[in-house]
């Protein structure tokens, strides 16, 4: 059962256009949402996230939208740089019940690709 | 400040033998989560120490165990490995572990069995 999903394997787009990656999740007891950039041999990358109180969140080049009503968020890059290209991970965490302690439910990751 | 550092980067093991893999955590970091990220599943969540104790479990065997030492550096052993365990290991530390507060990964090591 994959409570995050990200249905888009890879992304494409030309630099100094908009890149806009989504996920999907299932779990209505997930309360924060996190977006980790994973370089090849490097660890996970923490980019942004955003609460559930929230709908948006801006950071710089990068702003995560959520929509709860959809159980949907995206990430958004503008503008995409060639160094933005790596694996995005959406991730998510519930924090009733005790469960949240350093767990993250990530998604499958999609592969960004920024063409100079 | 360090980020967390794991050891070792990358081991070769055969089905069977047991395995110990360390990490430590950023400065002041009390918390420690280990992850195993494989092409078919994905980054899962193994398990999460605290002041050494363990608060938290993923689904995983019971040959997948932890421990965390009171300066915060944590271990992790795979008991009697199978094929199945060849993956990345991935720590991560944070403040709390809590909610709001990011987790930081190492590099992890790649375990290989053959």
């Known amino acids: 059962d994959q409570q995050v999903k990200q249905n888009s394997p890879s992304l494409s787009v030309q630099e100094g256009r908009i890149s806009i990656l989504n996920c999907d999740y299932t779990?209505?007891?997930?309360?924060?949402f996190l977006w980790y950039k994973k370089y090849p041999a490097e660890g996970p990358t923490f980019l942004i996230s955003i609460s559930s109180i929230k709908d948006k969140n801006e950071d710089g080049r990068f702003t995560v939208f959520l929509n709860k009503s959809a159980k949907h968020l995206s990430l958004h890059i503008v503008p995409s740089q060639p160094g933005d290209s790596a694996v995005y991970f959406c991730?998510?965490?519930?924090?009733?019940?005790?469960?949240?302690?350093?767990?993250?439910?990530f998604g499958q990751g999609t592969i960004l690709t920024v063409h100079p | 400040k360090a980020g967390v550092t794991q050891t070792p980067r990358y081991l070769i093991k055969t089905r069977g033998q047991q395995v110990t893999l360390s990490c430590s955590p950023i400065?002041?970091?009390?918390?420690v989560s280990w992850y195993q990220q494989t092409p078919g599943q994905g980054l899962q969540f193994l398990f999460e120490y605290f002041s050494e104790t363990q608060r938290n479990k993923g689904n995983f065997p019971g040959r997948f165990s932890g421990r965390q030492f009171s300066n915060s550096r944590s271990e992790m052993n795979v008991s009697t490995l199978e094929l199945g365990d060849s993956a990345l290991y991935l720590c991560?530390?944070?403040?709390?572990?809590?909610?709001?507060?990011?987790?930081?990964f190492g590099e992890g090591s790649r375990l290989t069995v053959l």
């Open positions: 779990n209505s007891m997930f309360d924060y």
């Open positions: 400065s002041g970091h009390r918390s």
């Open positions: 991730a998510a965490s519930a924090s009733a019940g005790g469960t949240s302690y350093g767990k993250l439910t």
């Open positions: 991560a530390s944070s403040w709390t572990g809590r909610n709001g507060g990011e987790l930081f």
